[in-house]
C-alpha cells in the first residue's frame, strides 16, 4: 500500500495470501511413479514416491495471526538437491520458469533428466543413455505417427534449448543421427535410437560430495563396530 506517494508497507489481504500459499504448498506432493527400486539378491520392483514439495517446520504467531514461516524442502528434494542447493536450484529454475504450452516438452524433459539423475547416482549411471521410446513415454509426449519426422524434429528442438540453457551441457545420438522416421519402416528404428545427455558440472559435483560423504560415514561405522 502508499501513504503520500511513498510505499507503506502491504494490505492485509496480501499478508494472508502469502499465508495461505505456504499453507498449500505444505499440503502439495511431488508425485514420481515408476521408479525402480534395486535390492541384493531380489528382482527391481516399481514403486510410487510421494515427497512434500515444501515444509513447514515452524510458525511465528503474533496475536494469533501467522507472521512467518521457517520451511525446508520434501525428502526428495534433500535427494535430488543435496546439501548446497543455491547452484542446483539455479538450475531447476530456468526449468520451472519454462512457459507451459510453447515449452512443455522442455519443461517435461527437463525435471525427468534431473530426476533420473538423482535416482541413477547411486548406480553409477548417471550418464548412461536414453531411448528416444523412454523420453516420449515417460513424459506423456505422444508420437505423430502420421508425420513422425514432426515428432523427431521437436523433441531435437527442445534437446537445443536446454543445451542453450546450460540444464544438459551436450546432446548426440548413439546411433544414427540422420535416422528418417518418416521413411517407410523406420519408426521403430528411430523410437529404439538412443541419446546421450551431458550432465551439468554442478549435478555431478553435488552428487559426488554426497558419495564421498556417505563412504565417509560407512568407514566410521565399521571402525566403531571393530572397536
Known sequence: KRKNGYSAGYREDERLKVVDAF???DKMYVTARNLKV???GKK???VTLESKVLAITDRIVE?????????????????????????????CRKIVEYDYYRNSWEKRIGFYLTFQWAIR????????SFRIATILEKNNMKLNERYPQRTKERLEKAFDKLLED??????????????????????AT????????GVPA???QQYEAIAENRQQIQVKMKGKVRN
Open 23 to 25: 499453507e498449500l504448498l
Open 38 to 40: 534395486y535390492q541384493k
Open 44 to 46: 527391481p520392483r516399481e
Open 63 to 91: 496475536d494469533g495471526e501467522t507472521k512467518a514461516f521457517k520451511v525446508v524442502p520434501g525428502g526428495y528434494g534433500e535427494m535430488l538437491y543435496g546439501f548446497d542447493r543455491r547452484q542446483t536450484a539455479m538450475l
Open 121 to 128: 547416482r547411486s548406480h553409477g549411471t548417471m550418464n548412461q
Open 166 to 187: 546450460g540444464v544438459i551441457t551436450s546432446w548426440s545420438y548413439s546411433d544414427d543421427p540422420n535416422i528418417n522416421p518418416g521413411e517407410k519402416g523406420r519408426i
Open 190 to 197: 528411430w523410437l529404439d535410437s538412443k541419446v546421450n545427455f
Open 202 to 204: 554442478v549435478i555431478q
